[in-house]
């Protein structure tokens, strides 16, 4: 079942600018994690937060978590063409048996 | 030294035809997982096996079998193949799966597979 719904569906803007998405669930979780999909690839692990935080980053990568909203936000900042791709948000429920539980995905667009 | 390898990359079929995946991980991982991602890119788990036992087998076609020799390996077969089959199949590795996860799965680059 699709737990996480990304928002918005689809993003296109400028090179340098920063990229926004949101993901919301419906249950509670133990963690959330984001990844991301080059077109014709395989999803790539980018980070994991656990309930109990609120804010964690890697490099270019920001990713919040509200739990009392359940949502939680990717913010890619100064992006670059190369972080053209699908991202996705996935969530460890507390009653999915451990499964992550997918978004439907962000299409991100940097136009160059 | 890819870590998950799938093969093949591209699978084109007529219906009806038996067709195998394969996938090989070398992470060490204890977990592997089979996924579909249809036409508009939800993913769908099918199956997951933890040192080679089946642990989550969601609704599927019995037509889907998965088979794991070891721990570092699954493989999955499709019979009498159909249209609807079509769509890009994922495999999938992680150091948990029978527990909340610690670290995020590790894909490989997936099987395109057309059945025409």
Not at chain 2, 55 to 66: D, G, K
Not at chain 2, 87 to 108: L, P
Request: with cysteine; charged share 20%.
């Amino acid at each position: 079942s699709q737990q996480g719904e990304e928002d918005p569906q689809a993003l296109s803007i400028q090179e340098g600018e920063n990229a926004t998405m949101n993901c919301s669930y419906k249950t509670s979780i133990n963690n959330l994690q984001w990844y991301r999909q080059n077109s014709g690839r395989g999803l790539v692990h980018l980070i994991l937060i656990r309930s109990n935080e609120r804010e964690k980053h890697s490099g270019r990568l920001r990713v919040t978590l509200d739990t009392s909203k359940k949502s939680s936000s990717l913010l890619i900042t100064a992006s670059r063409a190369a972080d053209t791709a699908s991202y996705f948000c996935a969530t460890d429920g507390m009653d999915s048996n451990y499964q992550l539980i997918w978004g439907a995905g962000t299409k991100l667009i940097i136009k160059p | 030294d890819t870590a998950v390898s799938q093969t093949p990359k591209y699978l084109v079929t007529q219906m009806g035809n038996d067709k195998s995946i394969k996938c090989e991980q070398n992470l060490g991982h204890d977990t592997m997982y089979w996924y579909k991602q249809d036409s508009k890119k939800f993913l769908k788990i099918m199956f997951s096996y933890n040192n080679k036992e089946l642990i989550i087998n969601e609704t599927v076609p019995n037509r889907f079998s998965p088979k794991s020799p070891d721990k570092a390996h699954l493989n999955l077969h499709i019979n009498s193949l159909e249209l609807g089959d079509s769509a890009v199949y994922f495999c999938a590795s992680s150091q948990d799966g029978t527990a909340w996860a610690n670290y995020g799965y590790t894909f490989g680059s997936g099987t395109r597979l057309t059945v025409v």
